[in-house]
């Protein structure tokens, strides 16, 4: 019976899965920054520049979400093991608020 309680672990806080979110947020922000120019200057000018702007946004918040479920998997992984504390996510996390708070106020498209 002991067995089946220690295999009924959250898929969400197993050590694999959390390193896979966070390589995930990565590779979403690289792509986020790859798209960077659709809300800058150039893309910022052009009549389709609302759809950049959404097209932008959206890979925004799916990057943020990508690294807010890695660093809740981390988290909960740290407190089953005392696994180390999430920075990369949390990084990630800031760098993609302030991205927005950038965006909102249309420092890009300078």
């Keep these: 019976m002991e067995q089946t309680d220690n295999n009924s672990e959250n898929m969400i806080y197993k050590p694999v899965v959390g390193t896979a979110l966070a390589v ?3 590779l979403s922000f690289f792509f ?3 798209i960077l120019p659709l809300v800058g200057p150039a893309g910022s000018r052009v009549e389709h520049a609302g ?3 959404a ?6 918040l799916m990057t943020f979400g990508l690294a807010a479920v890695a660093a809740y ?3 909960g992984r740290r407190k089953i093991d005392g696994g ?7 990084g990630i996390c800031g760098v993609c608020v302030l991205t927005l708070l950038v965006l909102l106020m249309n420092g890009f498209a300078i």
């Design 24 to 26: 995930a947020s990565g």
């Design 32 to 34: 986020l920054c790859m």
């Design 51 to 53: 759809k950049n702007k």
């Design 55 to 60: 097209a932008f946004v959206f890979v925004l």
């Design 73 to 75: 998997s981390k988290i």
């Design 84 to 90: 180390p504390q999430p920075w990369f996510s949390f």
